[in-house]
């Protein structure tokens, strides 16, 4: 049964779950204006190129641009964090992007996985995610396919060009998750990895 979360809210993830070791971390997102398929709303008459991403932080600080997974770079080093790819135009039902995390094998330096969305060349396009709506970050087990927890961004984010949507982090040797739901106008990935130096 999934467990809808509020903004700031908190779940444990693998306490009681000891076969829980792989999460899917599906994040999704609609443009504003769809219809039918065809958009009658198009910033610069370009489609919202939405894309996801992890900052792995160690003692909540971001130390090196290969503890940052996104198109860019699909991999962590030993592969316990992984990118499904990048999504273009958000089109279409489900998750927009998708990030596997194997929990048992992120190493023990890292106490915490950033999600973020942040929108590709927004400035140059002149974009925001008051153009973007239906923004959820959810987490699966890939084994069972049960979704765990959901948390829809339903804030406005007016003006925002990037979202912090959740964190998953170590507590006492489990796992949780918190809905973070946190808009900024960062232009880019390096701006909001500057957050957490």
């Known amino acids: ?52 991403s992890v900052i792995m932080l160690q003692n909540d600080h971001f130390k090196d641009k290969k503890d940052l997974i996104y198109f860019g770079n ?49 400035e140059r396009r002149k974009q925001d995610f008051g153009m973007i709506k239906n923004a959820y970050i959810r987490v699966v087990n890939p084994q069972t396919n049960e979704e765990i927890v959901r948390y829809n961004l339903s804030d406005n984010y007016s003006g925002q060009t990037t979202l912090i949507t959740g964190e998953i982090y170590r507590h006492n040797d489990e796992w949780k998750f918190a809905a973070v739901g946190t808009g900024t106008t960062d232009p880019g990935l390096s701006a909001i990895c500057n957050r957490y130096t």
């Open 1 to 52: 049964m999934t467990i809808n979360l509020q903004k700031g809210q908190r779940i444990d993830l693998t306490k009681g779950k000891a076969d829980l070791s792989r999460i899917m971390v599906g994040l999704g997102w609609d443009p504003v204006g769809k219809t039918g398929g065809f958009s009658f709303f198009k910033s610069s008459g370009q489609d919202i190129d939405c894309d996801a």
């Open 74 to 122: 699909k991999s962590s080093s030993n592969g316990s964090v992984a990118h499904s790819g990048d999504n273009l135009t958000g089109e279409g039902d489900g998750d927009d992007e998708v990030i596997m995390v194997d929990l048992k094998n992120v190493p023990t330096q890292y106490n915490k996985l950033v999600f973020v969305v942040n929108i590709y060349d927004c």
